[in-house]
T-cell receptor
Framework: ETGVTQSPTHLIKTRGQQVTLRCSSQ?????VSWYQQALGQGPQFIFQ???????GRGNFPPRFSGLQFPNYSSELNVNALELDDSALYLC?????????????FGSGTRLTVV | KNEVEQSPQNLTAQEGEFITINCSYS?????LHWLQQHPGGGIVSLFM???GKKKHGRLIATINIQEKHSSLHITASHPRDSAVYIC??????????FGSGTQLTVLP
């Protein structure tokens, strides 16, 4: 299977709740990175996983956590949701860990926190 | 000051015009990416550059490592080129830092 699939595509949650977003990895890729994109802004790096280990993290609090599975798919978990967490969450897969090649992006999950 | 600056923020062109979008960065990088984002959010990777120039169809990307500057050019622009174009730089640790994007609208 080619391409990166994210689920769900849209989600509405209440402040204080927890959410799990999912991302498949393109065949042949072993690295997944997650990004938060607020309306009208460029994406911000959350973290990256290479072969099931976190190997880079942006300026996000610990309530943003993740996992990568043996098939290189990944989850992003956000606890204690805040209104400012409303954004488009993008994931991208690539190959190689630190020395990555090109990226394949998913279409994103639009999260609304009310 | 952001680590990645793009200009212009918004650009409106007539069909057929030559378009240039600029990107400047202030950090050491291992590569620079040009990305295209359509309404709804999906991102397509257009180019990955570490030096020189690349061409794909009507799109051309250049990078000057010494000046920390890259440009994306679109020749013979078409309304289907309308999208947000984003410059992103990859650090030596493998982390992507994005510009805020350029909204391009090409009018028929």
């Amino acid at each position: 299977e080619t391409g990166v699939t994210q689920s769900p595509t849209h989600l509405i949650k209440t402040r204080g709740q927890q959410v799990t977003l999912r991302c498949s990895s393109q065949s042949g890729h072993n690295t997944v990175s997650w990004y938060q994109q607020a309306l009208g802004q460029g994406p911000q790096f959350i973290f990256q996983y290479y072969r099931e280990e976190e190997n880079g993290r942006g300026n996000f609090p610990p309530r943003f956590s993740g996992l990568q599975f043996p098939n290189y798919s990944s989850e992003l978990n956000v606890n204690a949701l805040e209104l400012d967490d409303s954004a488009l969450y993008l994931c991208a897969s690539s190959s190689g860990g630190r020395e990555v090649g090109g990226y394949t992006f998913g279409s994103g999950t639009r999260l609304t926190v009310v | 000051k952001n680590e990645v600056e793009q200009s212009p923020q918004n650009l409106t062109a007539q069909e057929g015009e030559f378009i240039t979008i600029n990107c400047s960065y202030s950090v050491g990088i291992s590569a620079l990416h040009w990305l295209q984002q359509h309404p709804g959010g999906g991102i397509v990777s257009l180019f990955m550059l570490s030096s020189g120039k690349k061409k794909h169809g009507r799109l051309i990307a250049t990078i000057n490592i010494q000046e920390k500057h890259s440009s994306l050019h679109i020749t013979a622009s078409h309304p289907r080129d309308s999208a947000v174009y984003i410059c992103a730089v990859r650090s030596r640790r493998g982390q992507l830092t994005f510009g805020s994007g350029t909204q391009l609208t090409v009018l028929p």
